[in-house]
């Protein structure tokens, strides 16, 4: 009955590689966020979604490619990942609108070495 | 640039004791401000969301105030509990032409002890 789920918690990986993060949510949202927070504890918003559509796309290398197949579901995926890619990544999702509350996943935990 | 600024960065107090947390900012056009707490390993949770017409606004032990003209926001934490270790981050939004962009404060790290 988790709101706002992630898989995996926890992905260590070597340079070079690929990877992707899942992001679910069953509150009915009709937008989505992918965050990154690093090592001192910034949070930055990466995309935004809204009913499928990107809407917002800040300065993020094209490595990062987000896919949004359905409302319910954003994930993200990257390629060739580089040692300052990791940080913790969180979703999350909220109705549209200006004072909406945004609810966030439990984040994922990407390791590169 | 818009930016969000907190202090202190952490904080230690006595279990039962009130504190304060600041939060600064200079984003614009203002659309609201928000307050989370994000324990450690988690995802930040919403305490409180203020528009630019409020100025104060609980939740349970948590209250917020927002001097829009000063641009300053602050967290109050009454009879602080062991639960209430965590990081606070203060998060301003913009109202742009795609809709709103939060940016996020760098937090204030609060440790309650018994």
């Known amino acids: 009955d988790t709101a706002v789920s992630q898989t995996p918690k926890y992905l260590v990986t070597q340079m070079g590689n690929d990877k992707s993060i899942k992001c679910e949510q069953n509150l009915g949202h009709d937008t989505m966020y992918w965050y990154k927070q690093d090592s001192k504890k910034f949070l930055k918003i990466m995309f935004s979604y809204n009913n499928k559509e990107l809407i917002i796309n800040e300065t993020v290398p094209n490595r990062f490619s987000p896919k949004s197949p359905d409302k319910a579901h954003l994930n993200l995926h990257i390629n060739s990942l580089e040692l300052g890619d990791s940080a913790v990544y969180f979703c999350?999702?909220?109705?549209?609108?200006?004072?909406?509350?945004?609810?966030f996943g439990p984040g994922t935990r990407l390791t590169v070495t | 640039k818009n930016q969000v600024e907190q202090s202190p960065q952490s904080l230690i107090i006595l279990e039962g004791k009130n504190c304060t947390l600041q939060?600064?900012?200079?984003?614009?056009?203002?659309?609201?401000l928000r307050w989370y707490k994000q324990d450690t390993g988690r995802g930040p949770v919403s305490l409180t969301i203020m528009t630019f017409s409020e100025n104060t606004k609980s939740n349970g032990r948590y209250t917020a105030t927002l001097d829009a003209d000063t641009k300053q926001s602050s967290l109050h934490i009454t009879a602080s509990q062991l639960s209430d270790s965590a990081s606070y981050i203060c998060?301003?939004?913009?109202?742009?032409?795609?809709?709103?962009?939060?940016?996020f404060g760098g937090g204030t790290r609060v440790l309650v002890k018994p």
């Open positions: 939060c600064n900012y200079t984003v614009s056009p203002f659309s609201n």
């Open positions: 998060v301003v939004s913009a109202r742009i032409a795609a809709g709103n962009k939060l940016t």
């Open positions: 999350a999702s909220s109705l549209t609108g200006p004072a909406y509350e945004q609810y």
